[in-house]
T-cell receptor, first 113, second 113 residues
Framework: GENVEQHPSTLSVQEGDSAVIKCTYS??????FPWYKQELGKRPQLIID?????GEKKDQRIAVTLNKTAKHFSLHITETQPEDSAVYFC????????????FGKGTTLSVSS | KAGVTQTPRYLIKTRGQQVTLSCSPI?????VSWYQQTPGQGLQFLFE???????NKGNFPGRFSGRQFSNSRSEMNVSTLELGDSALYLC????????????FGSGTQLSVL
């Protein structure tokens, strides 16, 4: 089955710096890769997603890149702000697996001002 | 539109008991999936229901079960509770459930003593 590895587990940056979180997946059949943000005590919320037929997607300060050959994808946050502090989860889902997301273990991002 | 509603918010049970958790999806959403969140294992997929049928199942023992009703509301049941079942149980809904954004509920925090 699918396995998703996520690094680093913790990341501390200064406000205004960039942050990069990397994930690798094992199942080449996976075709959907979402990123969820979970603030302390709150529910996970989708921040960006990418499908296997796209190499890069951007939404304001957030971007995701996908390398299907190497089976890894990354989240890039530019001009970080204190409100970006949260736990970020990457996930992958094999084709026709409904909503059976396989999540990485999460990255705790701390942005200090 | 109301979000995903989970009840109860907190539960305390003792080993050997059973528990039922409830989830009401966003109106119009037909897919409901359940995830277990723990500090050590992160977010793990339990099962997904679509139009009252279990469409996918994660690697959890048979003590974990669920169902979906004709109005898309879902319940999950855990029988013969173990200490290791203590976790935040999150429900998520989506329209079709295939590679779509998931909307999570606030979760039910289950403590097994």
């Amino acid at each position: 089955g699918e396995n998703v590895e996520q690094h680093p587990s913790t990341l501390s940056v200064q406000e205004g710096d960039s942050a990069v979180i990397k994930c690798t997946y094992s199942d080449s059949a996976s075709n959907y890769f979402p990123w969820y943000k979970q603030e302390l005590g709150k529910r996970p919320q989708l921040i960006i997603d990418i499908r296997s037929n796209v190499g890069e997607k951007k939404d304001q300060r957030i971007a995701v890149t996908l390398n299907k050959t190497a089976k890894h994808f990354s989240l890039h946050i530019t001009e970080t702000q204190p409100e970006d502090s949260a736990v970020y989860f990457c996930a992958a889902i094999p084709n026709q697996a409904g909503t059976a997301l396989i999540f990485g273990k999460g990255t705790t991002l701390s942005v200090s001002s | 539109k109301a979000g995903v509603t989970q009840t109860p918010r907190y539960l305390i049970k003792t080993r050997g008991q059973q528990v039922t958790l409830s989830c009401s999806p966003i109106s119009g959403h037909r897919s409901v999936s359940w995830y277990q969140q723990t500090p050590g294992q992160g977010l793990q997929f339990l099962f997904e229901y679509f139009s009252e049928t279990q469409r996918n199942k994660g690697n959890f023992p048979g003590r974990f079960s669920g169902r979906q009703f004709s109005n898309s509301r879902s319940e999950m049941n855990v029988s013969t509770l173990e200490l290791g079942d203590s976790a935040l149980y999150l429900c998520a809904s989506s329209f079709q459930g295939e590679g779509e954004k998931l909307f999570f509920g606030s979760g039910t925090q289950l403590s097994v003593l």
